[in-house]
């Protein structure tokens, strides 16, 4: 019943920035953690960044630390990845990601995934 569409992906250069969002809507549960992935071709989905509902504690991948920026406005149930100092290697098809905070074997486990959007940086 949890919908997920992400908004903002395009084409920029390397060295530009681009802000994806990603609204929520039909929860019929408790999201407590959002996250954001990315996935290029033939290459394993990778963890982007995460950002609990609550209080808004946020956790990033080490590849984007520092560049990117996960946010969130609970009023409009949508949240938010800034991302700045793009690089060729951020090209991906970026997903958005609902969790209820289960856990399995030692991962969190998202339940709702967007459909996805494309972000491509050139060089």
């Known amino acids: 019943q949890v919908q997920l569409v992400e908004s903002g992906g395009g084409l920029v250069q390397a060295g530009g920035s681009l802000r994806l969002s990603c609204t929520v809507s039909g929860r019929t549960f408790s999201s407590t953690i959002m996250g954001w992935f990315r996935q290029a071709p033939g290459k394993e989905r990778e963890f982007v960044a995460r950002?609990?509902?609550?209080?808004?504690?946020?956790y990033y991948a080490d590849s984007v630390k520092g560049r990117f920026t996960i946010s969130r406005d609970n009023a409009k149930n949508t949240v938010y990845l800034q991302m700045n100092s793009l690089k060729p290697e951020d090209t991906a098809v970026y997903y958005c990601a609902a969790s209820s905070g289960t856990f399995n074997w030692g991962r969190i486990q998202y339940d709702y995934w967007g459909p996805g959007t494309q972000v491509t940086v050139s060089s």
């Open positions: 950002i609990t509902w609550g209080g808004g504690s946020s």
